[in-house]
């Protein structure tokens, strides 16, 4: 007989012998007893979260950018470290052609590839200098030369 049957059974006793107060207390104890359960049963998840991240914890690799990978992780995927450190969430950076990264939950990011980002940089250079040669050319025509 479970804790919940003895109560139930008391419940209905005290009922059949029509002892109020005795009734109130048995169904303050059944109150009682199905709160520590369903606390008994949060602490139970709680603990398999953190045995969880214990267990992440030990795959985690660091580099010298700001994400972090799981070892034997064929995909090689990277997360945001800062959300790793702050909140034990593994949240996946988005990665750009341009060499650079950003975590969509915090915003924190950086270089992942040097040499992308410096021909990008380069690409971008060129891109601004073609761009002033054609306004500079655009005003000599329009105002007459210098």
Known sequence: MSWYDAIKDAISVAQKADNIPLLQSLLDVQKQALELLEENTKLKNRINELEDIKALEKRIL?????VVTLDEDEKNVSYCSACWDENQ?????????????????????????KEKKSASVQRMGEHMAALNRKNFEDSRRRFGGY
């Open 89 to 113: 969430k593994l949240i996946q950076v988005h990665k750009y052609d341009d060499g650079t990264y950003k975590c969509p939950i915090c915003s924190n990011g950086g270089i992942f590839d």
């Open 62 to 66: 660091r580099y010298d950018f700001t």
